[in-house]
């Protein structure tokens, strides 16, 4: 089995990932940050040490800057719930994910907040820094708080320049989020050097967490309002959620397995590097665009963009049928609209969607090659 | 035991909040060589409900002042172990 859908979820997971969950959940599975037996404090030093890793990974001033999440959305949500407010206005860009868009089209449609979209000019040869900053420039009006952009699309190998938007957030005085989910260990992020008041980053993507793990790295003096209200183990007996971070953002239980596994992911990362993971990445991306471009019969979309993900249409067949042919043929990849509507229409793919194979920190060359040839028989099938 | 030496070995301790705040100070006591341990009260002294706190020995409190402060660590409020468990 080829397995080419890294973007929704990586997999296989390191097998350390697995073993921690193992161990947390037979172990040490105490409930963190609640009770003060040896149980649950085991399991409070597992959560604080991935705290800490990510602070680090991350450049966050210190662990209390990390809160976590169950997936990106949610932490999407949490920061754009949490920093707007009635009769603000926020930037997006033309290649968010749903988790952008759907949240702040609820908020603009209930009359609270308005948002613009900015274009990354996408695909355009005279893309540029300068010119995607410009496009926010003409957004920008006097009650605008926040702009909100991925970094690295879902649905191709773009990257956006978030250093040079969050200098320029910065310079106008507005608040600067960043949708990490699918550039979180593939590339380097340093919220402090990037201007970053807010990331929002998956557990079970390029950081090898499990499933139902997430954070959210908040910038220097960021404050959220809470999402969600609930026990978080500290002033119990006060009704108000208490002001101190990260708990405050964290009602409830937090997933101790999960993010037992998320620590060892992370060191696992750290380990192969992520230079060398984002390298093989390159690599494999570019054989497969290089022999897919030159399949007749095959239409490769922004094919000058290296990374993880490669988006194609067999031309005349559905980009599910493809994937369901690849499927039949033991290869995993997601055929239409990856949950991205705006991006979709930006690429121009919104007529049905297109198939995306995105790689991995376990792939390798060779499985490019069986790829590309099981492509190549669909075609001529 | 001397007087002297009782009150050595007794322990105080630094009300944090939070949990992650408590092991922020462990960490910043660890790293200056001064143990600590992690607990949990029901019932701080504010009467907000439960804290998380570090506590060690009553001799090191200016060292740990000193740390924790140098660190950026807030503290709520300081206490020895009798006034507070």
């Known amino acids: 089995m080829i397995y080419f859908d890294n973007a929704a979820t990586t997999f296989p997971k390191p097998a350390v990932v697995v073993e921690e969950i193992k161990k947390c959940m037979q172990s040490y599975g105490g409930n963190a940050g609640r009770g003060a037996h040896s149980l649950s404090l085991k399991?409070?030093?597992?959560?604080?040490?991935?705290?800490?890793?990510?602070?680090?990974?991350?450049?966050?001033?210190?662990?209390?800057?990390?809160?976590?999440?169950?997936?990106?959305?949610?932490?999407?949500?949490?920061?754009?719930?949490?920093?707007?407010?009635d009769g603000d206005h926020v930037i997006i860009s033309d290649m968010e994910h749903n988790a952008?868009?759907?949240?702040?089209?609820?908020?603009?449609?209930e009359g609270r907040i308005e948002y613009d979209v900015f274009k990354t000019y996408t695909g355009d040869a005279r893309q540029s820094p300068v010119r995607i900053c410009a496009s926010i420039a003409k957004l920008l009006r006097p009650n605008t708080r926040l702009v909100f952009c991925t970094h690295a699309s879902n649905i191709c190998s773009e990257i956006l320049p978030i250093k040079e938007i969050g200098a320029f957030c910065?310079?106008?005085?507005?608040?600067?989020?960043?949708d990490a989910a699918q550039s979180a260990g593939h590339e380097e992020i340093n919220i402090a050097d990037m201007n970053i008041d807010a990331l929002c980053v998956p557990g079970h993507?390029?950081?090898?967490?499990?499933?139902?793990?997430?954070?959210?790295?908040l910038g220097r003096g960021i404050t959220l309002d809470t999402l969600i209200e609930g026990g978080n183990g500290?002033?119990?007996?006060?009704p108000e959620m208490p002001s101190q971070a990260p708990e405050r953002y964290e009602a409830g239980t937090v997933a101790a397995p999960s993010i037992a596994g998320l620590c060892e992911g992370i060191k696992a990362v750290k380990r192969y590097g992520i230079g060398n993971i984002a390298d093989n990445e390159r690599r494999m991306c570019g054989r497969i665009c290089?022999?897919?471009?030159?399949?007749?019969?095959?239409?490769?979309?922004?094919?000058?963009?290296?990374?993880?993900i490669v988006l194609f249409n067999v031309n005349g067949l559905p980009s599910e049928k493809t994937a369901a042919l690849l499927d039949g043929k033991g290869i995993c990849v997601r055929g239409g609209y990856h949950c991205a509507a705006l991006a979709h229409k930006t690429l121009g793919t919104d007529d049905g969607g297109a198939v995306r194979a995105s790689l991995g920190m376990f792939n390798r060359l060779p499985e490019a090659d069986l790829f590309c040839k099981a492509v190549r028989e669909i075609v001529s099938s | 035991?001397?007087?002297?030496?009782?009150?050595?070995?007794?322990?105080?301790?630094?009300?944090?909040?939070?949990?992650?705040?408590?092991q922020k100070a462990q960490r910043a006591l660890s790293q200056a060589a001064i143990p600590s341990s992690v607990t949990k009260s029901e019932t701080s002294r504010s009467h907000r409900g439960c804290v998380w706190s570090v506590n060690f020995s009553c001799n090191q409190t200016e060292n740990v002042k000193t740390v924790l402060a140098s660190a950026g660590i807030n503290v709520r409020s300081w206490g020895g172990s009798d006034d507070i468990f």
């Open chain 1, 170 to 178: 910065h310079k106008y005085g507005v608040l600067f989020a960043v």
């Open chain 2, 1 to 22: 035991m001397t007087d002297r030496k009782r009150f050595q070995y007794k322990n105080c301790s630094a009300e944090m909040g939070t949990l992650t705040n408590a």
């Open chain 1, 43 to 85: 399991a409070a030093e597992k959560v604080f040490e991935c705290r800490s890793l990510i602070a680090e990974l991350f450049g966050a001033e210190d662990a209390d800057r990390v809160f976590f999440t169950p997936n990106t959305t949610y932490g999407i949500n949490a920061v754009l719930k949490g920093l707007l407010h």
């Open chain 1, 290 to 308: 290089d022999i897919l471009c030159n399949t007749k019969g095959v239409s490769v979309y922004l094919p000058q963009y290296t990374g993880s």
């Open chain 1, 100 to 109: 952008v868009l759907r949240p702040v089209w609820k908020m603009a449609n």
């Open chain 1, 205 to 217: 993507k390029g950081l090898y967490g499990p499933q139902g793990s997430g954070a959210v790295v």
């Open chain 1, 234 to 238: 500290i002033d119990s007996m006060m």
